[in-house]
């Protein structure tokens, strides 16, 4: 059974600084993309970042330069580290596990920036 559970979110004030985490079990870690969704409220999920299985990375263009997504294939967890943290990036954020038609999500975890 595949599971992908976040954690690390919580409440930061604009400027601030957060790092997810999404420890994944039950899957060929190593052949999986991993990607990070958010969805803010009222609007629709959308992409943040990709790390891929050969370990390129791709930004949306909103987190470009302020966000890192990385992993630690050893311990099968994926990281978003979120630097310079603004308002309009508060959303649910969901790590994504995906490989040919096989798709997984874990549960979310709720980022709150504000002052």
């Known amino acids: 059974q595949v599971q992908l559970v976040e954690s690390g979110g919580g409440w930061v004030q604009p400027g601030g600084s957060l790092r997810l985490s999404c420890a994944a079990s039950?899957?060929?870690?190593?052949?999986?993309?991993m990607k990070w969704y958010r969805q803010a409220p009222g609007k629709e999920r959308e992409l943040a970042a990709t790390?891929?299985?050969?370990?390129?990375?791709i930004y949306a263009d909103s987190v470009k330069g302020r966000f890192t997504v990385s992993r630690d294939i050893a311990k099968n967890t994926v990281y978003l580290q979120m630097n310079s943290l603004k308002p309009e990036d508060t959303a649910v954020y969901y790590c994504?596990?995906?490989?040919?038609?096989?798709?997984?999500w874990g549960q979310g975890t709720q980022v709150t920036v504000s002052s």
């Open positions: 994504n596990a995906q490989y040919l038609s096989y798709r997984y």
């Open positions: 039950g899957l060929t870690f190593s052949s999986y993309s």
């Open positions: 790390i891929a299985a050969a370990g390129f990375t």
